[in-house]
Nanobody
Framework: QVQLVESGGGLVQPGGSLRLSCTVS????????IGWFRQAPGKAREGISC????????YYLDSVKGRFTASRDAAKNTIYLQMNHLNPEDTAVYYC??????????????????WGQGTQVTVSS
């Protein structure tokens, strides 16, 4: 059973930064595709980026390009999402999700099997 635990959310002012963490148990990162998603109130869950087991990075949202960076620490079995220059439109619950797959990843929420509990990010002055 693969489990994911997110952390790092909170309240930040516009223009500020946060780093989200997603710690994985039950498998090593090399065997997993991990995606980052967010869901704002009243909106559909949307894919932000993903990392496959062979470290293929894909960004799906134009609105986060140049501001968000996904990375991973294999020694800690943890994936990070560094978020800079945050704006109120980034306010949402952020989730990481995973599926056992070494080669590819996906921006589609339905592709993933395991989900973290989510962490709230609020951007407000």
């Amino acid at each position: 059973q693969v489990q994911l635990v997110e952390s790092g959310g909170g309240l930040v002012q516009p223009g500020g930064s946060l780093r989200l963490s997603c710690t994985v148990s039950g498998s090593t990162l090399d065997n997993l595709a991990i995606g980052w998603f967010r869901q704002a109130p009243g909106k559909a869950r949307e894919g932000i980026s993903c990392i496959s087991g062979i470290q293929r990075f894909l960004y799906y949202l134009d609105s986060v390009k140049g501001r968000f960076t996904a990375s991973r620490d294999a020694a800690k079995n943890t994936i990070y999402l560094q978020m800079n220059h945050l704006n109120p439109e980034d306010t949402a619950v952020y989730y990481c999700a995973t599926k056992i797959n070494r080669s590819v990843c996906s921006g589609s929420a339905g592709w993933y099997r395991y989900w973290g509990q989510g962490t709230q990010v609020t951007v407000s002055s």
